[in-house]
């Protein structure tokens, strides 16, 4: 089996390239700017989704089976501040992967987001309706439309996290600031459902398996448990042996972001645990476990 994966040197591309090299797959792993040290034998090819065309000619050469759509512009205050960047990154090369997948017969498993929600109840199911407040949701939700047209699947999660590459995540930087005896301040009343990494790699990885029955429900929630921001940062600090006393709780709206936040983003995953369960992307004690000893191993 052929698999295409964008965003394959990312947080979650790069785990998942690894695995879909373990497993056999023959791969062709699209990258922005580095490419992946995590797979070796598979096809690395420099890509900028600002440019849909050249996409669209290397869906038409190579004709990937599945296209994992993972790349995108996740920075959430930046898209607010700059729109069309946002919308041609996160909508427009998404329409334009999605059209070249329909030509050569590929099916398509598309990376969404919890901030397609407002935030007003939380644990939201793939059936609610979805109703973003920022313009990074809305651009995510955008590319959702075309994906279920297709027959594609929506994979929507939460603050993914992890060892890797890009910008340090929530819990890196608690782990490192708590580590250096500062302080680290974290919403009490915002809650979302932390994802690590390497457990939604191995669960899109186990998903693959079972795309038909994907397809008909067409959205899954794959994403960690509800947990506030301090409550996790907490956890953190457990897990990690790390000074509690120094995780302080703010309010939401003393962190001033550009871009508003949905206050509850927290996403129901019984469906996910049903089909994918065999891995526990939900349990944090789990993954940050797991974080830990990928941590020891990195140094």
């Not at 038909?212 to 956890?235: Q, T």
């Amino acid at each position: 089996m052929r698999i295409l994966v964008t965003g394959s040197s990312g947080l979650l591309g790069h785990k998942l390239v690894g695995l879909l090299e373990h497993k056999g797959f023959d791969i062709i792993a699209l990258y922005r700017s580095k490419p992946p040290a995590t797979c070796s034998e598979c096809i690395k090819l420099q890509l900028d989704l600002t440019e849909p065309e050249r996409l669209v000619d290397v869906v038409q050469e190579h004709k990937p089976d599945v296209v994992f759509h993972l790349a995108a512009f996740t920075n959430v205050d930046a898209c607010e501040k700059e729109r069309e960047m946002a919308w041609r990154v996160n909508t427009l090369s998404t329409i334009a992967l999605v059209r070249a997948s329909v030509r050569v017969g590929a099916r398509i498993v598309y990376i969404s987001t919890d901030y397609v929600f407002d935030g007003r109840r939380g644990q939201y199911r793939e059936d609610d309706a979805p109703s973003p407040i920022n313009y990074y949701g809305l651009t995510k939700l955008a590319g959702e439309t075309p994906v279920l047209a297709a027959n594609g699947v929506v994979v929507r999660t939460s603050g993914i996290y992890g060892s890797g590459p890009g910008k340090k995540t929530f819990p890196i930087v608690v782990i490192e600031k708590l580590g250096r005896g500062e302080e680290i301040h974290a919403a009490i009343d915002q809650w979302y459902s932390p994802t690590l990494n390497t457990l939604l790699a191995r669960a899109l990885l186990t998903l693959l398996e079972k795309l038909d029955e994907a397809v008909e429900h067409g959205v899954l929630h794959i994403a960690g448990s509800r947990v506030s921001r301090y409550e996790f940062a907490l956890m953190i600090a457990e897990k990690f042996g790390l000074p509690k006393d120094l995780v302080k709780p703010v309010k939401l709206e003393e962190l001033q972001f550009i871009a508003p936040r949905p206050r509850d983003s927290s996403l129901d995953v019984t469906l996910a645990r049903q089909l994918v369960g065999s891995v526990p992307f939900w349990d944090h004690e789990a993954a940050l476990e797991e974080l830990r000893r990928e941590l020891r191993q990195t140094g």
